[in-house]
């Protein structure tokens, strides 16, 4: 019987460990990966598409995350180019499929990580939406920011300028923890 006592006492604390582990995984609106998961928004700057993407999808504004859209969304992009949001964003063939493929692998996807599993979810069975400023996941994280601080607000004037209020955004990170409005400063929720 003695010889039980260790073996059983390791199994439950490894068992408490994993229930830590399993609870800190559940709280994840405040937690922070550092953008380290697969899919993160920062997890696609190491993927070796990312310096053409930044590139070519970088110029006229930010590279946005490509796990905040699914690939369906990226690929109706992708065949679109010639009319994107009214300019020619048009790419020679080779280079499209590049960022095309580079896309698909960093999209959201399910059990990809935190944003991108939710924004997934959040478009899952849907139109694919051509903005990620459109999904039902960017907007539940933005509804509470008043319209005086981005349109009426001449530092930022859109969503769609990420890197005004994500001072990160260019790394990747987009934690709420590190926002700064222009004019307004920390964003304290
Ligand atoms: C010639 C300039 C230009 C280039 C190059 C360009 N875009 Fe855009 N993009 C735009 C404009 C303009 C908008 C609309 C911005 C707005 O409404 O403020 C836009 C919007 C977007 C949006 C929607 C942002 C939101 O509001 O959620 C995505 C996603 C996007 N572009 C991806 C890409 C990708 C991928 C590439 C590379 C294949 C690319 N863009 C290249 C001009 C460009
Ligand atoms: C006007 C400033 C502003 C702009 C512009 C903006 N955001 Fe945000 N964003 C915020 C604030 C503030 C929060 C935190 C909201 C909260 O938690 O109550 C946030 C939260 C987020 C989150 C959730 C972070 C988390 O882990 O919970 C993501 C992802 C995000 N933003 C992505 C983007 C992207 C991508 C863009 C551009 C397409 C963008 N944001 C543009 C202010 C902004």
Redesign the pocket.
């Known amino acids: 019987m003695k010889r039980l006592i260790l073996p059983l006492t390791l199994l439950f604390g490894i068992a408490g460990l994993l229930a830590v582990g399993l609870a800190l995984g559940d709280h994840d ?1 405040d937690d922070d990966d550092g953008g380290r998961s697969k899919s993160s928004p920062a997890a696609a700057l190491a993927d070796p598409g990312y310096a053409l993407y930044t590139n070519e999808c970088g110029g006229c504004h930010l590279a ?2 490509p796990a ?1 859209l699914p690939a369906a969304s990226w690929e109706a992009m992708m065949g679109g180019l010639s009319d994107h949001f009214g300019d020619n964003a048009e790419l020679d063939a080779d280079t499209a499929a590049t960022i095309r493929d580079f896309l698909a692998r960093n999209a959201a996807a399910p059990g990809a990580g ?2 991108a599993e939710r924004t997934w979810r959040a478009t899952r069975g849907l139109e694919p939406p051509l903005r ?2 459109a999904t039902d996941y ?1 907007r539940g ?2 509804h ?2 008043p319209a005086k ?2 349109s009426d607000n001449p530092e ?1 004037r859109s ?4 890197a ?3 001072q990160g955004a260019e790394r990747g990170d ?3 923890d590190r ?1 700064r ?1 222009p004019g307004y400063g920390r ?1 304290d ?1």
Not at 159 to 162: D, H, I, K, L, T
């Open positions: 609106d946005y995350p905040l935190k944003h990620i400023t960017f994280k933005h509470e920011i601080m981005i930022v969503f769609s300028q990420c005004a209020c994500h987009f934690d709420d926002v409005i964003w929720d």
